[in-house]
């Protein structure tokens, strides 16, 4: 198993505070948001890492040593040298198309709990987090599925229709990877805006894909300010039930 995290964005709703710092090296309480990432994945058996980088990649790149050493894990680094011109689609593309095993992929700048990913990490076939409890709204990566197929994802949908919020967390089984990275390379080659996202729909047709429900654990993927501050008040939270 290696985890793929995707840090090239350049987090422009968040700025200033990602002028000079890309999202995943954010700091609450003194630990990075892909400090925390890596060990929420560490707590479940991964220990080795490939992180896409794009904005201000030198400033995660100097963190590397650091977080090897700290957690004792392997982390590789793949630049999108596009990142500011295309989208996730790309930048798992160039991680994932050379790889062999199952991969966890996950959004740099997500904060969930870490049951979360253990959770997610007991199925055996590819799989997808879904948020089946929040209130969606117009901006939610809303998800429609039907007999395990998705039908829809996408913000789009129409909120009494879908089955909940794709998180941003998932997990491609090795079975499935090259048809995964297939139909990557497929949205690449129609816009290279499109989200990594939309290529499970397509899977989800050809291979099964399994679904790992909240039920209630809490997350966010940290997009504006308003996010911002309410993983400070998770992160408290998560540290308060550690200790």
């Known amino acids: 198993m290696i985890a793929v995290i995707l840090a090239a964005g350049t987090g422009t709703r968040l700025m200033p505070l990602t002028r000079d710092i890309p999202k995943p090296l954010l700091e609450i309480d003194d630990k990075s948001l892909l400090e925390r990432m890596i060990i929420n994945c560490t707590s479940s058996g991964v220990n080795e890492f490939i992180i896409v980088l794009g904005h201000k990649k030198e400033r995660v790149i100097e963190k590397i040593e650091y977080l090897e050493s700290k957690y004792q894990v392997k982390i ?3 630049e999108n040298k596009r990142y500011s011109q295309t ?60 007999d395990n197929v998705i039908m829809e994802i996408g913000k789009g949908i129409n909120i009494n229709m879908a089955s909940g919020e794709f998180i941003g967390v998932s997990k491609v089984s090795k079975n499935d990877l090259s048809m995964f990275n297939s139909i990557l ?22 291979s099964r894909i399994e679904y790992f429900y909240t039920n209630g654990l809490k997350w966010t993927e940290i997009d504006d300010k308003n996010d911002w501050e309410y993983a400070h008040t998770l992160i408290k939270e998560f540290d308060n039930k550690i200790h």
Request: aromatic share 6%.
């Open 76 to 78: 590789s680094t793949i």
């Open 185 to 206: 390379e497929g949205l690449i080659a129609g816009d290279v805006q499109n989200y990594y996202d939309l290529a499970y729909k397509d899977l989800s047709k050809k």
């Open 87 to 146: 989208n996730t689609s790309c930048s798992v593309s160039l991680a994932t198309k050379q790889l062999n095993e199952d991969v966890l992929i996950i959004n740099g700048d997500n904060v969930v709990d870490e049951r979360i990913i253990s959770g997610l990490l007991a199925i055996n076939e590819t799989a997808l987090v879904v948020d089946n409890y929040k209130q969606l709204n117009e901006e939610s990566f809303k998800i429609r599925i039907e």
